[in-house]
């Protein structure tokens, strides 16, 4: 019998970097500087090798809130998403 377990881990993603995190596309991050998307990159790679490989989506009704924080640029104010990392272990 096959004893893995789905892990989720939540993180607060800023809201315009959702494309870029779960399509590969960063068009939209055209209108920012060039250390917000090698900061997005940095991060994407510090999950991956903590958790190992795994699937980013959006938790179940999802909204946008406006908060002091995020998990990917830091104590930067701006509109987040709750996203979920997914793994299998």
Not at 65 to 88: K, Q
Request: aromatic share 12%; hydrophobic share 40%; glycine share 6%.
């Amino acid at each position: 019998m096959d004893d893995k377990k789905i892990v989720k881990y939540e993180y607060k993603i800023p809201e315009h970097m959702i494309s870029a995190i779960i399509n590969g596309d960063y068009s939209g991050l055209e209108f920012y500087s060039a250390e917000d998307v090698k900061i997005l990159n940095q991060f994407l790679h510090d999950v991956y090798m903590r958790h190992g490989i795994g699937h980013w989506t959006l938790e179940d009704n999802a909204e946008s809130e406006f908060t002091h924080s995020n998990d990917v640029l830091g104590r930067i104010g701006c509109n987040i998403v709750n996203m979920l990392y997914i793994v299998i272990k």
